[in-house]
């Protein structure tokens, strides 16, 4: 059995080195990590640039809608703030003078 292991190990140690022969281990240079970012710069499409844009729209989008909310949820002291559109409407038609609850009817 250690024979055919032994030959299962050297058919193996040929395969890699025929490998090694075939694919060559690249030496880097000193232009590597430009040409890499090259080449990945140049596969980003127009649809990845859109797509960042979209994300900082919503994210900006959301941003204002918490600070606009944050900012209509501070109480206010001036008064007409506390109003409601009615009760300022009810205030502005109010007689100036009482009136009396026993009016004759103009029907009449």
Known sequence: ????????????????RAYHAACPIP??????????????????TVTFSF????NAFVTAAVALSIALGVYLSIPRSN?????T?????????????????DLPDPGR
């Open 51 to 54: 797509r960042r844009m979209a």
């Open 1 to 16: 059995m250690d024979s055919m292991r032994g030959n299962d190990e050297q058919r193996l140690d040929a395969l890699f």
């Open 85 to 101: 559109f009615i009760e300022v409407l009810a205030e502005d038609n109010a007689p100036d003078a009482p009136v009396p609850a």
């Open 27 to 44: 030496e880097a240079s000193a232009n590597f990590m430009p040409e890499l970012w090259r080449k990945i710069e140049s596969r980003q």
């Open 79 to 83: 008064p007409f703030y506390a109003q």
